[in-house]
């Protein structure tokens, strides 16, 4: 079951050449816990990985890699009585999210066809809060089972207990590096009406002439589709982990200052807070189609940084901390990477 000296090379989208000292792959709950026990009795640190598309290797890994392959998908129509009638989805950590997402729109449920063509795994779906054009994954959040690694004891997680953010959770603080997410449900609601406050989908509908009042999930789902490949490079053709700096959350005041400096500005109201696009940030400053040696940003899209020439975990992160260091500089405003950093 224990695997030694793996190449991790094809299990992340950033195809980052380094190895993990040891590593599983694990298919049942029963599985996962006895990887664990083995992790405690030699005292590894652990790296839980599912599609590997939101993580930096920046060298080999001394632990134990722990690829999560629990499959099951179970969809459930909830009747008029329950408090929220609609339909429940679980479904098993290893369940591919992209697969999933069409899985329900292609039977006609609503509620995630604004995620569609997100890379990853379920499991990881709920670390980040995984949102796109308007939707979050909390929107539709149930409750989800994760072990925890210290004990192997099941718990249950409601959308409370998660804390969920923008591109944040409880699972990226205080629970860090303390659970391995199993199973995740979602409810998907009867009364399902699209989501089409984004300025990207609004103009792509519009475009191909689609009206509001006569969408289906599944016509969304291919809007956004196609939005995502006209912007976003797949990573089986150029390796990368897809959008790699949130979108900076800043105040009123800084949002004015800006704007008056940067009429074309772009950030959208958050509450009391403007959320900038990063990716207009990191254009403006002049950084798309960049390359430093193996690496660079992506010449569509200044948010991407990819690895064309599969070059190391520090030449990726060196080349984030000189884009971040610049947009500091110009702008005044701090970026966040959203992967995350091994080990």
């Known amino acids: 079951m224990i695997e030694t000296n793996v190449d991790l090379q094809p299990l992340n989208t950033l195809a980052i050449a380094a190895r993990a000292a040891h590593f ?21 640190p652990i790296l839980p990985l599912g599609g590997g598309s939101n993580i930096v290797l920046t060298g080999d890994y001394p632990g134990l890699v722990i690829l999560m392959e629990l499959h099951g998908l179970e969809l459930e ?7 929220a009638p609609g339909t429940r989805l679980c479904a098993a950590a290893g369940e591919n999210w992209h697969r999933l997402v069409m899985h329900t729109v292609e039977q006609g449920f609503g509620g995630l066809e604004n995620l569609a063509l997100i890379p990853g795994k379920i499991g990881a779906a709920p670390i980040q809060n995984i949102g796109a054009y308007g939707v979050e994954l909390r929107d539709t959040f ?24 923008y591109r944040d959770s409880v699972f990226k603080g205080p629970a860090r590096d303390q659970y391995i997410i199993t199973r995740v449900r979602l409810h998907l609601p009867r009364d399902w009406r699209p989501r089409l406050d984004y ?18 999930p ?8 196609d939005i995502r490949n006209s ?15 949130k979108n900076p959350l800043v105040d009123a005041d800084c949002y004015e200052n800006l704007k008056k400096a940067h009429p074309d500005l772009v950030a959208f109201a958050s509450g009391e807070q403007w959320k900038l696009a990063a990716g207009w940030l990191i254009d403006r400053a002049g950084w798309r189609g960049t390359r430093r040696n193996s690496v660079g940003v992506h010449d569509r899209q200044a948010l991407v940084l990819v690895n064309p ?19 500091r500089a110009k702008f005044g405003v701090e970026l966040e990477p959203e992967p995350r950093y091994y080990p």
């Open 309 to 327: 020439g599969r070059g190391s975990g520090a030449e990726v992160t060196s080349l984030a901390a000189e884009i971040a260091a610049d947009i």
């Open 231 to 245: 912007k976003l490079p797949s990573p089986d053709d150029i390796p990368n982990a897809g959008s790699f700096f």
């Open 142 to 165: 149930e409750n989800l089972q994760a072990v925890h690694i210290a004990t192997g004891e099941l718990r249950e997680f409601s959308a409370v207990d998660c804390q969920f953010g």
């Open 218 to 225: 599944a016509e969304v789902a291919r809007a956004v589709i």
């Open 24 to 44: 599983a792959r694990v298919e049942s709950l029963e599985q996962l816990r006895e990887a664990l026990e083995y992790a405690r009795g030699k005292k590894l």
């Open 199 to 216: 300025p990207a989908l609004q103009q792509y509908l519009a475009k191909h002439g689609h009206g509001a009042e006569n969408l289906t």
């Open 77 to 83: 129509s909830l009747p008029p009585e329950h408090g």
